[in-house]
């Protein structure tokens, strides 16, 4: 989803720069864009109202050209993991 979604932003709506803002306890989301090609730009300390306390809130960004030069490498994790899974799913079937 979140190839499709680059693709998207930078290929067809021709943006510049994406950006995002992630709260700061949330990992797995900030090394998720990582790989991506994100950057971290910013930390925004207590920035954000959470249950009964403020949250700092991480801003990363990926201009275009990062982005291309991500791509490759991603499409071809993408494509390897659609493989396994087709893989996985014929194996299942083939054992029902």
């Given at each position: 989803m979140e190839f499709?979604?680059?693709d998207y932003?930078?290929?067809v709506i021709g943006l510049?720069?994406?950006n995002c803002?992630?709260?700061a306890f949330n990992q797995p989301v900030i090394?998720?864009?990582e790989k991506f090609g994100f950057k971290l730009e910013g930390h925004f300390r207590e920035q954000h109202m959470g249950e009964n306390q403020f949250v700092d809130i991480y801003r990363l960004g990926i201009l275009a050209r990062e982005w291309q030069n991500t791509r490759q490498a991603m499409l071809a994790r993408v494509i390897?993991?659609?493989n396994r899974?087709?893989?996985n799913n014929e194996y299942r079937n083939h054992n029902c």
């Open positions: 499709l979604a680059l932003a930078f290929d510049h720069k994406l803002d992630v709260l090394r998720l864009h390897q993991k659609l899974r087709i893989t």
